[in-house]
């Protein structure tokens, strides 16, 4: 069974730096990508940064670009974002997602979900 297990979420405040994990189960790790969205109350999911085993790329969106770094660690099959410099509109529930090989810049082509974290940042 895929599961992806987000966690590491919680409660920051403005300037603080998090680092969220995702925990992958049930495939192959190298054969796909990890990709990390968020979606703030009211707003459209939006993607943060992805990473591809398959590939051996990492990808950014604007949505914190210069903010967050990616990275995977292959033995524990975890995929890590690390973000910093947390801003209040940084709040949202953050998500983990894979695709098959590519990081792709629509979400339906993401498979699996995971139930997210929540980050929240207050000043």
């Known amino acids: 069974e895929v599961q992806l297990q987000a966690s590491g979420g919680g409660s920051v405040q403005v300037g603080g730096s998090l680092r969220l994990s995702c925990l992958a189960s049930?495939?192959?790790?190298?054969?796909?990508?990890i990709g990390w969205f968020r979606q703030a109350p009211g707003k459209v999911r939006e993607g943060v940064a992805c990473?591809?085993?398959?590939?051996?790329?990492?990808h950014y969106y604007d949505s914190m670009k210069g903010r967050s770094t990616i990275s995977s660690d292959n033995a524990s099959n975890t995929v890590y974002l690390q973000i910093n410099n947390l801003k209040p509109e940084d709040t949202a529930r953050y998500y983990c997602?894979?695709?098959?090989?590519?990081?792709?810049?629509?979400?339906?082509?993401?498979?699996?979900w995971g139930e997210g974290t929540l980050v929240t940042v207050s000043s």
């Open positions: 997602a894979r695709e098959q090989k590519w990081c792709s810049r629509s979400q339906s082509m993401y498979d699996y």
């Open positions: 049930g495939f192959t790790f190298d054969d796909y990508a």
């Open positions: 990473i591809s085993k398959y590939e051996g790329t990492t």
